[in-house]
């Protein structure tokens, strides 16, 4: 069964777990239209996470032929693979006279709050960014998958769209580049995924080609979107060594043209959403997210509270998912 965090929700007794649920998706438009496959039965079997698809590398192609002649045979060509699913939240810790006398601003519910704002972060990080080879703890993400594929566009050139005058100058250039990106696609992509500073350029771009649009998310937001497609800013993750950065890189050290460094350089991502495309996997039941609250009424001084989920993402079919390499934002 494939669900949404809304309908897992709906499932769950617990009424903190419930708001938990309603704010990821407050705090993420792709965590909140994510599908989820709660297939994975860790209690069975060797008590494994592991999420076993295939994935379709190349789709099957059809033509014509002569009288008296065979058609030339082509096998649509796939691929087994395995989503492991990785555990992912944080602990806090308060101080029970910290929770009685916090006043108007409730200590456990900030913390909590800046607690699934972390999770989420570190969500879109590992969607982009996951590499299981470097750290085994994460999944893998889109940067990793898409390598190498047919809808990794634009390794070899880059685009700039660094200040008003580039954009003004490039933006017709840019938008048929777009075009030509979303046209490898499978379908028309649910989500167009970037940094702040490429979801700012593109909302330019369509303001002056008249394609900026907007709609309204399940809690009655405004969503720009680039000709109806949603831009989805994954703003910003914390580093192990506490420093903010974009959660899709700005790299100041490639060489498209193989010999020139080009600075300020990111990628923008598209994906379709769906269990033949792109999608999350859970564990069965509701065991999707689950919070755990201090207790204040046991003895000792410092209680401690966590937010956990299980998950991953899994790519069916190269071309539910492509990423737009080398424009340049600053």
Known sequence: MAVTLAQAKVGMADKVDQQVIDEFRRGSLLLDEMIFDDAVSPGTGGSTLTYGYVRLNTPAKAGFRAINNEYTPQEADRQLHTANLKIFGGAFQIDRVIAETSGAIDEVNFQLNQKIKAATNL?????????????????????????????????????????????????????????DFLSELDGRPTFLLGN??????IKA????????????????????????IPLVDLEYYVNDAGQTIPTVPIIDTRKPNGADVVTGLTDLYAVRLGLDGFHGATVTGNGIIKTYLPDFKQPGAVKKGEVEMIAAVVLKSTRAAGVLRNIKVK
């Open 123 to 179: 969500f879109h990080y590992t969607v982009i960014n996951g590499d299981s080879g470097v750290d085994a703890k994460a999944f893998d993400g889109l940067d990793k998958a898409l390598v190498g594929s047919s809808t990794e566009i634009g390794k070899d050139a880059y685009i700039d769209l660094s200040d008003s005058t580039a954009v003004d100058t490039n933006y017709k250039t840019f938008m048929d580049k777009l075009d």
């Open 205 to 228: 771009v369509a303001r002056r080609a008249g394609y900026l649009t907007q709609s309204e998310d399940a809690f009655g937001r405004k969503v720009d979107a680039y000709d109806g």
């Open 196 to 201: 702040s500073k490429l979801m700012t350029k």
